[in-house]
């Protein structure tokens, strides 16, 4: 969703925008599932990417506004911490379940990638339910 301001901000389009009108606060969200291992610079690029959006939407909307980052490695694995940063946005996400959604995800695109004639991520995700 593309957030207008009153000056061009370059970056104005996080994944998700939560604004909390009780608490006065807004969190802009911003994923990324990533086949290296560069998370630590991918989180420090997105909390830098949002920063003049974060502090411009502070301004016109007078809101407390953060940017929460959700980086994980396709291969399920996360940044030290980033069950905190998690914990922000819902006390009910399980990064665990985050990890096996990510190893699924990437499984899946080499099956298809390897087996052009591979099952759907529901079918290919129901054969591993616990």
């Not at 009910?92 to 190893?103: F, Y």
């Not at 899946?108 to 004639?117: D, F, G, N, T």
């Amino acid at each position: 969703m593309q957030v207008y301001t009153d000056r061009t901000i370059k970056a104005n389009k996080p994944d998700i925008i939560i604004k909390n009108k009780k608490e006065k606060s807004c969190m802009l969200i911003d994923m990324a599932v990533l086949p290296d291992r560069n998370t630590p610079v991918k989180v420090a690029e997105k909390l830098s990417r949002y920063k003049d959006l974060e502090t411009e939407m502070t301004r016109k909307w007078g809101m407390k506004t953060q940017t929460v980052p959700a980086v994980i490695e396709a291969l399920g694995v996360i940044k030290e911490g980033i069950d905190k940063q998690i914990s922000k946005i819902s006390a009910n996400i399980n990064v665990a379940e985050l990890q096996k959604i990510a190893r699924l995800r990437s499984a899946l695109i080499l099956r298809k990638h390897c087996h052009p004639e591979a099952q759907s991520f529901e079918t290919f995700v129901g054969s591993y339910k616990d």
